[in-house]
């Protein structure tokens, strides 16, 4: 019975997955590139994302919160996702300068879905607040849903954009 007991523990230590711990956001420097165009990310205003994948010593940059999303709902992807961080515009100096080290994970962040806000690219843009009131005060002047990120939808992030559309750019 002793040997059957240590021949399942094994087993189970075997097929115990390894845990890898969450790097630190990195902060945005001048170098910075967005993974998509590969531009440079300190020439495009509002909030940004970075997404660090095992295996690779630096993040993704992306010069737009909604191009993240679009990465992280994409089923193409070139290693596991150990961290997804997303700009902080609750304490963002401004929209044209949101900042380089105010990274929040986004996966306790509020989403601004649906403003009428063009991001760094142009596009409309899914906004990210560490404070759900800061969110909703954003809500009150450009409009939009206050969600987590698990609950964007595919329509926001996925698809054609519309450059032509009348959106603002926040001050």
Request: a negative charge; hydrophobic letters at 50%.
């Amino acid at each position: 019975m002793k040997r059957l007991a240590l021949i399942a523990l094994v087993a189970l230590v075997a097929c115990k997955e390894e845990v890898v711990e969450a790097p630190d956001p990195v902060d945005l420097t001048p170098d910075a590139l967005s993974f998509f165009c590969q531009m440079n990310i300190a020439e495009h205003g509002g909030p940004k994302g970075q997404i660090h994948l095992e295996g690779y010593p630096a993040p993704l940059f992306f010069a737009q919160v909604r191009d993240m999303v679009a990465y992280l709902k994409s089923p193409e992807r070139d290693a596991k996702i150990t961290a997804v961080y997303v700009s902080d515009m609750s304490v963002a100096p401004s929209w044209r300068s949101p900042g380089i080290s105010n990274w929040i994970d986004a996966d306790g962040a509020t989403f601004v879905v649906g403003a009428d806000v063009a991001g760094g690219m142009g596009a409309r843009e899914v906004v990210p607040f560490g404070d759900p009131a800061a969110a909703e005060a954003f809500i009150a002047i450009y409009g939009g849903a206050a969600l987590p990120l698990s609950d964007i939808p595919d329509t926001e992030v996925l698809g054609p954009v519309d450059l032509d559309l009348a959106l603002e750019t926040p001050a």
